[in-house]
């Protein structure tokens, strides 16, 4: 079974930090879009029958948006 990624506790803040973060930060905010995007079409590979190149293509670009959120909220 398939289940959303939990970004918080990787980056180790709450729900309300984030958001509070992405209120002043339009950055940030594309970035966790753009990661839910990907989560979200990550999850949908994995509960269907798609190929592994292509769930393993989404999972790396997941981890590359995660690491720019890092990078942009510990500069």
Same mark, same amino acid.
Do not use: C, F, W
């Given at each position: 079974?398939? %289940? ?10 709450? %729900?309300?930090?984030?958001?509070? %973060?992405?209120?002043? $930060? %339009? ?11 990907? $989560? ?10 798609? $190929? /592994?190149? /292509? ?11 995660? $690491? ?8």
């Amino acid at each position: 079974m398939s %289940a959303k990624h939990n970004l918080l506790a990787d980056l180790n803040i709450t %729900a309300e930090e984030l958001a509070t %973060a992405e209120q002043s $930060d %339009a950055r940030l905010n594309a970035l966790h879009e753009k990661y839910n995007e990907i $989560d979200r079409q990550v999850v949908e590979v994995e509960a269907g029958y798609a $190929d /592994e190149e /292509e769930l393993t293509a989404l999972r790396k670009q997941r981890l590359a948006v995660k $690491d720019e959120i890092v990078a942009h909220l510990n500069p």
